[in-house]
C-alpha cells in the first residue's frame, strides 16, 4: 500500500555525510535502578575497528529469497507469521508460504522506556533475591513507585479503550517484544523501529538485541529494519517514514550508519567478549541491517537513495 503511492522526489543528492562519531549511550545507573547503559554502549576504538569481522562469530548472511511478510500495525504479530511461514501455495501445495517476517513497527522512544523498565525490574528481582539469602527474608517496603510501573508495563496484558485502541502504548510495545515471540520465530524475525535522531536509535537498536536475547535463549533477531515508508500523519507529526527522507536525506543515512554501529558495537563488546561464557547467542549471526524505503517518484531517484 505504501509503495502504490509515490512521495515528492527529495532534492538532487548530495555529498555524503562524513561518518558519525560515537553517540552517547542510555542514562547512567540510577540509585531508584532506572535507565541503565547497554553492554553494546562500550566505545570501540578505531584500532579494534580492524579486527572486528574476526570477532564476530557469524557473519550477516545474506536475505533469504522468496517471499516476505510486511511489517503491518496490529497485522503481523507472531499468529499471523505463523500463518504466513506455513501457507502453501500452487497446484501441488509445494511452494511454501513467507521465508521472511517482520515485527510491528516499534516507536524508537517507547523500546527505551521499556527497556529501561525491564531493567528495573530485573535489578529489583535480582536485589530481593540477594536479600533472602543474605537474611532469610526479602523485605517488599521499598520497591517503590518505580517498580511498580515496571511491573505494569511488562506484566504482558494491554489495555484497550472500547474503540479499540491501546490505552498504553508502553504496554504493547513491551508485549510485542517480550511476548509475542519464541526462539524459533525471533531467528527469523526482522524487527522493524521508526525515529528520526541517530542517538536515540542506537539507544533502541541496543535495547532490542539486549532483551531479545535475554528473553529467547540467547536467539538474535535475524535483523532490524528502520522504517522510511510510512506515509501516515503520525510519521509527518513526528518526523519518521517517508517524511524523514522527503525532508532530511542524508539524516536518514545518517540514521542508519548510527543503528549499523550499534549493531556491530554490541557483537563486539558482548558477542565477541570471549569472557562471557553465559552468552549462548554467540552461535547466532549478526542481525542484518535494512530499511524499508518508499519509492520515490522517479525510479533514478529511489536508487540513487539506496546507494
Known amino acids: 500500500k505504501e509503495m502504490a503511492s509515490p512521495s515528492p522526489s527529495p532534492s538532487p543528492r548530495a555529498k555524503r555525510p562524513r561518518r558519525l562519531s560515537r553517540p552517547p549511550s542510555l542514562p547512567s545507573p540510577s540509585s531508584n535502578g532506572g535507565g541503565v547503559v547497554p553492554s553494546a554502549t562500550r566505545t570501540r576504538s578505531a584500532a579494534d575497528g580492524a579486527s572486528l569481522q574476526s570477532s564476530l562469530h557469524v557473519p550477516s548472511p545474506p536475505p533469504p529469497k522468496g517471499i516476505y511478510l510486511a ?8 499468529a499471523m507469521r505463523m500463518l504466513a ?3 502453501r501455495h500452487g497446484d501441488d501445495g509445494a511452494a511454501g508460504g513467507a521465508s521472511l517476517c517482520y515485527s510491528p513497527m516499534l516507536r524508537d522512544h517507547e523500546v527505551i522506556s521499556v527497556y529501561q523498565a525491564w531493567r528495573r525490574l530485573r535489578c529489583s528481582t535480582a ?4 536479600s533472602r539469602s543474605g537474611s532469610g527474608e526479602h523485605d517488599t517496603s521499598g520497591t517503590g513507585s518505580d517498580t511498580a510501573s515496571s511491573l505494569a508495563i511488562l506484566s504482558g496484558q494491554v489495555e484497550m479503550d472500547a474503540a479499540g485502541r491501546t490505552v498504553n502504548s508502553l504496554q504493547e510495545t513491551a508485549y510485542l517484544l517480550l511476548r509475542d515471540s519464541n526462539p524459533k520465530d525471533m531467528a527469523n524475525l526482522v524487527i522493524q523501529i521508526c525515529g528520526c535522531d541517530p542517538k536515540a536509535l542506537v539507544n533502541a537498536t541496543t535495547a532490542i538485541l539486549e ?4 528473553t529467547y535463549d540467547g536467539v538474535l533477531p535475524s535483523g532490524i529494519d528502520l522504517n522510511l515508508g510510512c506515509p ?4 509527518s507529526r513526528d518526523n519518521f517514514g517517508a517524511f524523514l527522507v522527503e525532508r532530511n536525506e542524508d539524516g536518514a543515512v545518517d540514521c542508519i550508519r548510527a543503528m549499523r554501529d550499534a549493531i556491530d558495537d554490541y557483537m563486539y563488546c558482548v558477542v565477541g567478549d570471549h569472557n562471557r561464557s553465559d552468552l549462548t547467542h554467540r ?6 541491517l535494512s530499511a524499508k524505503m518508499r519509492l520515490l517518484e522517479h525510479t533514478h531517484d529511489s536508487i540513487a537513495f539506496a546507494k
Open 71 to 78: 511489517p503491518m500495525v496490529r497485522g503481523s504479530e507472531l
Open 85 to 87: 511461514r506455513g501457507h
Open 127 to 130: 536485589s530481593g533475591e540477594s
Open 211 to 214: 532483551m531479545v536475547a535475554a
Open 232 to 235: 501516515q500523519e503520525c510519521a
Open 283 to 288: 552461535q547466532w549471526p549478526r542481525p542484518r
